[in-house]
């Protein structure tokens, strides 16, 4: 139904302006006028765009050096560590070995030494 009407008004409008002679002259397009704040606005767009695009890529090679810093500090921690702990075990290891060697010398003094009656060996030590 309105696709009619339209068709009608739009035959009725032509008519019109053919009955009466209207003649629209024909505006003209001054491109440079009329382009301009187009272009200003796709300029500016595209240079904001690429300087976010480089202050990303800086904040990104920055993330990256503090990273590289990061993993080196941890690696000489995690290498400090680890000589700390194995100096602890030669620590522990030599304690031991002192330990029973002084047991050992006082299991032998006590049996030679101090009671020379139960030397059955007769072997007389003087420390």
Do not use: Y
């Not at 690429?50 to 500090?73: I, K, N, T, Y």
């Not at 522990?92 to 002192?98: A, F, I, M």
């Amino acid at each position: 139904m309105f696709a009619g009407l339209i068709k009608l008004h739009l035959m009725f409008k032509s008519a019109q302006c053919q009955t009466s002679h209207c003649w629209h002259p024909p505006q003209l397009f001054d491109f440079d006028r009329e382009v301009q704040p187009l272009l200003e606005v796709l300029v500016g767009k595209t240079i904001e765009q690429s300087l976010e695009e480089v202050m990303e890529e800086e904040e990104l090679a920055c993330l990256r050096a503090q990273q590289r810093a990061f993993e080196v500090l941890r690696n000489n921690e995690l290498a400090e560590v680890q000589r700390l702990q194995e100096k602890e075990r030669r620590h522990r290891e030599e304690k031991v070995c002192q330990l029973s060697k002084h047991m050992l010398f006082v299991s032998f003094h006590h049996l030679f030494c101090l009671n020379p009656e139960k030397n059955h060996m007769g072997v007389h030590l003087n420390f």
